[in-house]
């Protein structure tokens, strides 16, 4: 039996994946860093430097008219999966290989329980500041309230309040950053999660019989899977043209479940074909999004998709998010059913804990993370 220590930060976060030690702590020297809903109040007309992007990365905004149908998302029906429909099975296949995103309807989550966490999500991030504080993301961590992934007194920051919590395997867990108030917070973040991990899992199931796998390939394989939640607030920005509400970044789990809350603007963008693509939501839809681990195992036959959030001039917005990996101690590499000659072997195998702890000490910038898994090729031109 494995006795994993309570980790409270990212380096403890991630246990040595040999003894399953602790590692110690790491100062990170990230300056001064505004709570974008503070600056917002003084509604200035002009952002801070630190949050105005260089030209080449700053948003293309949603226009009017919106993208024409072919360049929606694809929607799949949970309803269909659940009764084995082999034609939603196939176009859950084509989801994953052509956008690596999709929209679940009829998702069998009851749409109170949605609600409920989308109304406890904006009641926490609405507190005065000092409550929230109690909570403190620490420098180059990605557990509390704070802004996560910024580690130099230099980086641009994203205009984006952000609370998350791990959630499982217990380990992971760090009681002090549990918010006492709103009242009943984590009792509906605990059923939220069960109800999103029963998702995670049935989704895991058909994308495997959709790949001609067993059913069961990744829940047996994933073990004592790593579930995670966070909240993004995005306030409104004077220049949204200036800004990002999160940087381009592909996830580093095997699924993402993101909840856009009622009534928000167009936030999400994916990149597909080199464009930045923005996505409408769907009202009680769940977008779901292939992580890194599953463009591994499947030796890139479906691929993490890049993608970001941009603000809005007048409206906010909260999206809500679950990351769903495999547990720590797992060895991840290209399933051996997608590499033969035509589909050489892409990437190293590695253990999943090592790659979360090279996930969360390094900025989001786009696919780059991945790069520690890929097999370099020799450059023949
Ligand atoms: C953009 O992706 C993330 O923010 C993220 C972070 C997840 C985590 C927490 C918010 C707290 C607990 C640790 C954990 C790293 C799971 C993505 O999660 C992915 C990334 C990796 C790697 C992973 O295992 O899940
Ligand atoms: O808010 C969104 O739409 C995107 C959130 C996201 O990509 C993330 O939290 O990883
Ligand atoms: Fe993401």
Redo the contacts with the bound molecule.
Sequence with gaps: MIHVPIMHNYYELCPDSVSMAPVPNSPVKVGHIDDVQELRKTKPRTVPQRFVRDMTERPTLPTTPLPPPDTHMPVIDFSKLSKGNKDEIFNLATACQEWGFFQVINHEIDLNLLERIENLSREFFMLPLEEKQKYPMAPGTVQGYGQAFVFSEDQKLDWCNMFALGLEPEYLRNPNLWPKTPERFSETVEEYSREIRKLCYNLLKDIALGLDLKGDVFEKMFGVSVQAIRMNYYPPCSRPDLVLG?SP?S?GSAL?VLQQAKGGPVGLQILKNNTWLPIQPIPNALVI?IGDTIEVLTNGKYRSVE?RAVAHEEKDRLSI?TFFAPSYEVELGPMPEFVDENHPCMYRRYNHGEYSKHYVTNKLQGKKTLDFAKIQTKNTD
């Design positions: 999160l970044h996830d993402t999004n993608h998010v």
